[in-house]
């Protein structure tokens, strides 16, 4: 057993100034994602210890995986595209905008979004203190303790809300 690397401040690679809260694995352990409070997501290889890319969220993330492709985030903000192409080479001071597939949340909770476009509104007692996203459906955790379950009709999402609190 080896430690590849170490990524972090003290080390060579710039890593994060802030806590990390979540980190998954590609199914091939290729890559590894890790979320900081500092509301980024970093790409990692897990050969290496580079970092492929730096994703702005605007917010901090607690729950992320990376789908079996390797080509999406999932998060509790919803779907997040991933771009690990050598061709580019990140910039950990000037990280990338994150692009959402499908439904998600905006990174301040006030809206429902949809391929990253402002879709719903959410007012203020409706908005997430936790959240979870997967497909067509979208589970919002408030502050009040109301839990609520929003369903889109994915084929044409204009034609659809139905709400359950």
């Known amino acids: 057993m080896a430690c590849i690397s170490v990524i972090g401040p003290n080390s060579q690679d710039l890593g ?14 290729a890559w590894l994602a890790s979320a900081s409070w500092d509301r980024t997501v970093k790409i990692w290889d897990t050969s290496n210890g580079k970092c492929l890319q730096t994703l702005s969220i605007g917010k901090a993330l607690f729950n992320i995986s990376i789908d079996t492709t390797g080509l999406y985030l999932h998060t509790e903000i919803g779907t997040i595209a991933i771009d690990v192409s050598t061709t580019s080479t990140p910039s950990a001071t000037d990280p990338k905008c994150s692009q959402h597939k499908g439904w998600g949340l ?6 429902i979004t949809y391929d990253s476009e402002n879709f719903v509104w959410l ?20 502050g009040s303790g109301r839990v609520w379950i929003c369903n889109f009709n994915v084929n044409n999402p204009y034609g659809s809300l139905e709400g359950y609190v």
């Open 16 to 29: 994060y100034n802030d806590s990390v809260y979540s980190v998954a694995l590609s199914r091939n352990s």
């Open 106 to 111: 905006s990174s301040d909770g006030a809206w």
């Open 123 to 142: 007012p203020s007692e409706y908005r997430p203190s936790c959240s979870a996203v997967s497909g067509n459906t979208i589970g919002i955790g408030v």
